[in-house]
């Protein structure tokens, strides 16, 4: 990414005076920087496999190669894991969008709102930043894939695990039992570690690079969305006995429901921290005043873009045609959504449910209405 900077910085039109390339050379240095980009958004991700859903029984075969060399966006790495674990891919993919789509909704009244551009790069350019919502975004997927593996062997779905074997809360009553058919964090957290992180771990850059820098801060984040889903596992137990007596507890591990995971790793993101490079080629907190980060905290190496505009190089989308709230004071309220460019009103047309009866017995019957809105848009 050094290398694209510096060229950007040369052949942009505010070059110096006297500069040897001619138009025909920033031309060419142009077309290849953005080669060069592609390649490297292209290549950054396994998220795409949310994008471009596994239809595994009729694609999954033992021994099988095909499968995971199509696949989009693996490293060499998480190739290898692929054809040893094709089973596991489905539900990798599954983890990814749980990931992707509870970063939509954690960030759905901000700038920068987690959308997807494509099927391939997923993010697009903005994840070539290293920021705060960058980090965000590493510590969800690889929590979203811990998320599905564990469920999944709880479910039976998967030929190398089954229910979970965590040890006996000491704190849990004697005449409890243990040993319902929980949730298998401990192998979730495993795969997720092995597969999540090793495009990571397959890369080598010279010692005090940004590109070492970014690469202990994907690695750092990966973790923290990983400690997040062990973090809020809890007991989960079932009464038995004669008409509800609850006289006997079977008590099993049960995973947090997602949402409570992306609500920790959004109050992570308002409080994550900035880091720099020391001189041993570590990162360390830019400002000493404050506690270092644990490994459950998320850290960023460099500042966001501006969201408000569209801008291709950074891969902001801006915000013109985002709804906003008129009322609001927040961060979804016009003023801060729309940058002070203003917005537009119109009146708009929703369908929603309306006179709802219950009937006996079970159900619930609705209607459909139809009602006019205002509604306001960024210009």
């Known amino acids: 990414m050094l290398f694209l ?12 005076a006297g500069s040897v390339l001619d138009s025909r050379q920033c031309v060419f240095a142009l077309t290849l920087l953005t080669l060069l980009l592609q390649v490297v958004v292209e290549a950054n991700s396994w998220w795409s ?16 190669q095909p499968l995971c060399s199509q696949l989009v966006g693996l490293s060499q790495g998480q ?4 054809q040893l674990y094709q089973d596991h891919m489905q539900y990798i993919g599954e983890g990814a969008k749980t990931g992707i789509r509870e970063c939509q909704y954690q960030f759905r009244h901000r700038r920068w709102n987690c959308s997807t551009v494509d099927n391939s790069s997923v993010f697009g350019r903005v994840m070539q930043i290293g920021s705060r919502e960058t980090a965000f975004t590493y510590a969800i997927s690889a929590a979203g894939v811990v998320n599905a593996v564990s469920r ?12 979970s074997r965590a040890a006996r809360p000491k704190d849990l009553p004697r005449d409890w039992l243990w040993g319902g058919c929980g949730d298998n964090l401990n192998y979730g957290y495993r795969f997720s570690k092995e597969f999540v992180d090793a495009r990571e771990r397959e890369k080598s850059y010279a010692k005090g690079s940004f590109e070492s820098a ?6 750092h984040n990966n973790e923290a969305g990983r400690r ?4 809020l596992a809890h007991v989960s137990c079932k009464c038995h006995g004669v008409s509800g007596s609850c006289s006997l507890k079977t008590c099993w591990l049960q995973l947090a429901d997602f949402r409570k995971v992306g609500e920790t790793l959004k109050e992570k993101y308002d409080s994550a921290a900035s880091m720099k490079l020391n001189s041993r080629g570590k990162l360390v907190q830019r400002d ?19 969201y408000c505009l569209s801008n291709q190089s950074t891969g902001s989308l801006g915000t013109v045609g985002r709804l906003c ?9 016009c003023e801060l959504m729309c940058c002070g460019r203003g917005y537009d009103q119109y009146k708009a047309q929703i369908v929603e449910r309306c006179h709802c009866k219950f009937h006996w017995c079970c159900y619930v019957k609705c209607k459909r209405c139809t009602k006019t809105v205002d509604q306001f848009v960024c210009k």
């Open 228 to 231: 997040t889903v062990s973090d």
């Open 288 to 306: 000493s005043k404050f506690n270092p980060p644990t490994s459950h905290d998320l850290v960023y190496i460099e500042s966001s873009p501006d």
């Open 5 to 16: 900077r510096r060229l950007v910085h040369v052949c942009c039109p505010s070059a110096p």
């Open 49 to 64: 496999l949310a994008m471009n859903p596994l239809l595994i029984p009729e694609a999954y075969i033992i021994g099988a």
């Open 214 to 219: 970014r690469l202990m801060m994907n690695l």
């Open 79 to 82: 190739k290898k894991l692929c």
């Open 152 to 163: 999944a062997c709880r479910e039976g779905e998967l030929s190398s695990c089954g229910c």
């Open 325 to 333: 709230n008129k009322t609001s004071e927040g961060m979804d309220g």
